[in-house]
Each structure stands twice: as structure tokens, then as C-alpha cells.
């Protein structure tokens, strides 16, 4: 059977060779995963990063409860692709949370059945070691069970470096204060000749992986991202998506792949134009494809949107995020697709099965919390199922 669709999708003795590897389990190179950028039909590569997806996760789509809390959307470094960086200039239009802020923020969820809290915003000098030390402390203080997934190597490399202390000693200090996971934000594009132009003047990709690896030793899971869609080539996502699949060998501490589309609204960027939905799909595809010791690829559906998410099921992601009111403003503020990004779990598993998918939530480890069938999601009523999945009060 894979035989024949093989044989009837592969058109090029090339794309017979990455056809048989990914058929076998086999690691394709990066040559190969430039060719499935570049010149591979997309129907051939969609069949492939399906292929990948079942053989991992068959038709399971996860999703998780979670709110936000951004700190602050001031930042002292200036990355061009950011809307937070002009702030600094700019202070009236921004926001510096205290601890009681925050602390309120996570008492606001007191009620509702979330899982996780995700901290991660602009790096400002006041946001030090003590001050997160403090606010994980008194976080699970307040709520033990909730699990703290906080802060990039961009936040990590800032405040070490401002402490003076290695990165082994601030990342362990962290922990001992409860932080449970990294998320993966930071990464944008590795390559230099890339980030140099987008993001230079923030930990570079060497500190970014350095710091993942740290954490993976202490035994923590983290999560890595892709900013694409702007000036980078395809053979900087290539790059990039190398040097993970290479630490992820070494530690096998990343959960997941979320691929960043870049929005174009209001920052030194807007210049660009943002690449098409059959591109954001190719995407998904090599991603799936190319990391093959990954075991979920994650689309940030409110920056694609609705219909994008469903599709891309079906291009290698087996796992949604983003259920929420207004959550990341860092997106609202780049121009997300969803003018309201609010779903209600009910809603969300309606979105998965509707694509021939069976609903997950799980929690941040990928643990199972609750499965949702065509039936329970069809019923007239259920408060829980009505909740939003995700939220945030600011
Ligand atoms: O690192 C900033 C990106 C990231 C823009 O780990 C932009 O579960 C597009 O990493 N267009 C932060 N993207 C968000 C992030 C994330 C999101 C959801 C889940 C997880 C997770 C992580 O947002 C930044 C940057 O790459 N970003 N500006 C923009 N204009
Ligand atoms: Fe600051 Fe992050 Fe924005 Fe860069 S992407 S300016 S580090 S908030």
C-alpha cells in the first residue's frame, strides 16, 4: 500500500530516495529537507509529514489549558520583527507588571481547571533573579499543582549575566524555585547571517541552545520555536531546525516544534509581506519531516487562524495552542489572524474532530488529562466544556 502511493507521489528518483527513508523511519539530510522546500510538490510532502505524524501520534491532536502572563511589553533589545523593541522609546504605551500584578493574574484562574501558567515578555533590569525567584516561589505557594513554564534563554542570558552566575548555577537556582519547564521562544533563526540582521543584539543561537541543554541535564523539558516568513532563506530553516535536531540527539529534552509565521504589523519589519498559507503548510510538512526526534509539531493557531490550524492536521502538527482571550499580546500587537482569539474547549475539540482527529487535553508533559468524543462534544450542555481553554484577564 505505502509501495503504491509512494510510487504514484514520487515523481523524481530524489524524491523516490526521501520517499523510502521517511517510509522507513530513516533521518532525512539536510540536501533532502532543501529539496522539500524547494522544488517537491506539496502534495507529496504533505503525504510524507502525515505519514510521520500517524506513525507518532495517529489521529491524536492535543491541546492544553494554559493563560499567559507577560510581565512587560518593554524590552531593552530591539529585534526588528518585535512590536514590543519601539516601546522602550515609547513607555506610555506600556505595561510593567509588579509581583502583586501578577500573583492577582494567577489568582484570577483560582476557579477554572487550567494547568499552566506561560510567563515570558519584554527583558527589562528590574525583572531580576530574585524578582522571578520570588514570583515562581509564591506562585506555587499559592497553587502548587500548576506548572510554571517561564522564560527564554533571552530572559536566562540577561539576568545570569547581570547576577554573575554561570548559567548551570541560575538555571538550577530557577528550578529550586519552581520552574517546571522552558517555553521556546528566543530561537527566531539561528543562523548569523540572519539573526544578526533581526535579533542582535539578544543571546545568540550557541547561548539559546546552551542554556536548553543546561536545563535538559537538570532534567527539564523545554519547547523550541521558528520565526520564518521574512528575510531568511530555506536553507536557514534548514540550519536551524539542524543544530535542534542535533542537541535534542544529545539530551531528548524538547517536546515540541512550534513553527512562528512572522506578522507584519507595526514593527521595523512591516516592510515585508507575509508569506502565503500553502507556505505556512510547506512549513509544517518539512518540519515534521526533518525533526524526526521530535514528537509533536505545534501550530499557534491564532496567529495562522482557524481554518489554517485545521489544515495544517493534516500537514505534520498534532498539537493546537491558543484557546484565549486576547492571551499573547505580543501577537495581537504583530497582527495576529484572529481579530478574536477566543475559543471554548467545546470549540476547539469541534475544530479538531471536524478534520477526522481525536481531541487531547493534556497537561504541559504531554500527560493525558481528558479525552473529548463526537458525542460529549455535541451535548447541550457542560459547563466545562464551555470554559475557555485558555485566558487572560489583562
Ligand atoms: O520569540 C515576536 C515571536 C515569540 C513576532 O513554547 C513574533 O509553548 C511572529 O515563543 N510575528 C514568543 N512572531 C512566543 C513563543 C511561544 C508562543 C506560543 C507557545 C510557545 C511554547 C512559545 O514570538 C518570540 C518571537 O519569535 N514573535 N514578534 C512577529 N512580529
Ligand atoms: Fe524583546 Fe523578545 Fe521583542 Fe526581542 S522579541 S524585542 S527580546 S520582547
Not at 510521520?52 to 529585534?79: D, L
Not at 548551570?168 to 529550586?176: A, F
Not at 540572519?194 to 541535564?217: F, M, P, S, T, V
Amino acid at each position: 500500500m505505502q509501495e503504491s502511493i509512494m510510487n504514484s507521489l514520487a515523481q523524481s528518483a530524489q524524491e523516490r530516495a526521501i520517499a523510502e527513508k521517511v517510509y522507513a523511519g530513516e533521518r532525512i539530510s539536510d540536501e533532502e529537507g532543501l529539496y522539500l522546500f524547494e522544488e517537491a510538490p506539496l502534495g507529496f510532502t504533505a503525504s510524507l509529514a502525515n505519514f510521520v505524524r500517524e506513525q507518532k501520534q495517529g489521529n491524536k491532536t492535543f491541546f492544553n489549558r494554559n493563560f499567559h502572563i507577560e510581565p512587560t511589553n518593554v524590552c531593552i533589545y530591539t529585534c526588528a520583527f518585535c512590536s514590543y523593541s519601539r516601546l522602550i522609546k515609547n513607555r506610555e504605551d506600556g505595561w510593567e507588571y509588579t509581583m502583586e500584578d501578577m500573583l492577582n493574574m494567577v489568582k484570577a484562574y483560582d476557579d477554572q481547571p487550567v494547568t499552566e501558567v506561560h510567563i515570558v515578555g519584554g527583558v527589562l533590569p528590574q525583572y531580576d533573579v530574585t524578582f522571578y525567584e520570588n514570583l515562581f516561589r509564591r506562585i506555587k505557594a499559592h497553587r502548587p499543582e500548576l506548572h510554571i513554564k517561564a522564560l527564554t534563554p533571552v530572559e536566562y542570558h540577561y539576568i545570569f549575566k547581570k547576577e554573575k552566575i554561570s548559567y548551570e548555577e541560575g538555571m538550577k537556582r530557577m528550578k529550586d524555585a519552581g520552574l517546571d519547564s522552558m517555553p521556546g521562544g528566543g530561537a527566531e533563526i539561528f543562523h548569523p547571517e540572519i539573526r544578526d540582521k533581526i535579533a542582535k543584539d539578544k543571546c545568540n543561537a550557541d547561548q539559546w541552545l546552551q542554556i536548553h541543554e543546561i536545563w535538559h541535564e537538570l532534567g527539564g523539558r523545554s519547547n523550541a520555536t521558528i520565526l520564518y516568513g521574512h528575510i531568511e532563506k530555506y536553507e536557514h530553516r534548514i540550519h536551524h531546525m539542524s543544530r535542534l535536531r542535533e542537541l535534542q540527539d544529545t539530551t531528548g529534552g524538547f517536546q515540541t516544534f512550534i513553527p512562528l509565521k512572522f506578522r507584519n504589523k507595526d514593527n521595523e519589519m512591516s516592510y515585508l509581506p507575509e508569506v502565503s498559507v500553502i507556505e505556512d503548510l510547506k512549513n509544517y510538512a518539512v518540519s515534521r519531516i526533518y525533526l524526526d526526534n521530535f514528537d509533536h509539531i505545534k501550530a499557534y493557531w491564532p496567529m495562522i487562524g482557524r481554518t489554517t490550524a485545521q489544515m495544517s492536521l493534516a500537514y505534520g502538527v498534532d498539537d493546537l495552542d491558543g484557546t484565549i482571550d486576547d492571551t499573547t499580546k505580543i501577537y495581537s500587537m504583530a497582527g495576529s489572524e484572529e481579530r478574536n482569539p477566543s475559543l471554548t474547549t467545546r470549540q476547539l475539540a469541534q475544530l479538531i474532530l471536524q478534520t477526522g482527529r481525536e481531541p487531547i487535553e493534556r497537561d504541559t508533559l504531554y500527560h493525558v488529562v481528558k479525552t473529548y468524543t463526537e458525542a460529549e462534544v455535541s451535548e447541550s450542555f457542560n459547563g466545562y466544556l464551555d470554559l475557555p481553554v485558555t485566558n487572560n484577564p489583562v
